[in-house]
T-cell receptor, first 112, second 114 residues
Framework: GESVGLHLPTLSVQEGDNSIINCAYS??????FIWYKQESGKGPQFIID?????DKRQGQRVTVLLNKTVKHLSLQIAATQPGDSAVYFC???????????FGKGTRLSVIA | EPEVTQTPSHQVTQMGQEVILRCVPI?????FYWYRQILGQKVEFLVS????????KSEIFDDQFSVERPDGSNFTLKIRSTKLEDSAMYFC????????????FGEGSWLTVV
């Protein structure tokens, strides 16, 4: 089952390195996925999205990869900066009309 | 850039009291949501609202909760009789229309029930 509470997977990276954050989603019918960044005490901030008819999408310094076969999503951040330190959540929905379901989150810590 | 705004940013209330959390969604958006996040946990769906009615709600959204769009801009979440376990960050969100469109979140209202 899922773990709840204060324990979040944590990824620590050196400033300038690339980061890869992974997410396993739950519903094989989900066809729209979003990555959100959440800084302490703030709301989720949209980073990038991807539809199920794609397996890769690139933004500015970020890339999302989707593997529908194993229900896996990843977020790659190039040249990670201290300002990237936050908790990152993936979220899934079916056709955008069902409520977003959030994953557990990964805390990214950037070491300067 | 347009954004979802929420008030208050933080509210402390006595157990059993009523609380109203307010949101102004992005102006041309049609779908509105409330989510909550208990400290250290993931964001959980509460309710979605479209065309002046609830379109979907979760098990968390029991009879103690209600939502309203009293005018063309505000979207409120009311908790009738707060419990200690209602302490959480409550996020309002909105999106433009049907299909796969991005959902934008507000900065949240932190509710502490004592």
């Amino acid at each position: 089952g899922e773990s709840v509470g204060l324990h979040l997977p944590t990824l620590s990276v050196q400033e300038g390195d690339n980061s890869i954050i992974n997410c396993a989603y739950s519903n094989s019918a989900s066809d729209y996925f979003i990555w959100y960044k959440q800084e302490s005490g703030k709301g989720p901030q949209f980073i990038i999205d991807i539809r199920s008819n794609m397996d890769k999408r690139q933004g500015q310094r970020v890339t999302v990869l989707l593997n529908k076969t194993v229900k896996h999503l990843s977020l790659q951040i190039a040249a990670t900066q201290p300002g990237d330190s936050a908790v990152y959540f993936c979220a899934e929905t079916y056709s955008g009309n069902t409520p977003l379901v959030f994953g557990k989150g990964t805390r990214l810590s950037v070491i300067a | 850039e347009p954004e979802v705004t929420q008030t208050p940013s933080h509210q402390v209330t006595q157990m059993g009291q009523e609380v109203i959390l307010r949101c102004v969604p992005i102006s041309n958006h049609l779908y509105f949501y409330w989510y909550r996040q208990i400290l250290g946990q993931k964001v959980e769906f509460l309710v979605s609202f479209y065309n002046n009615e609830i379109s979907e709600k979760s098990e968390i959204f029991d009879d103690q909760f209600s939502v309203e769009r009293p005018d063309g801009s505000n979207f409120t979440l009311k908790i009738r009789s707060t419990k200690l376990e209602d302490s959480a960050m409550y996020f309002c969100a909105s999106r433009p229309g049907t299909g796969k469109s991005t959902i934008y979140f507000g900065e949240g209202s932190w509710l502490t029930v004592v």
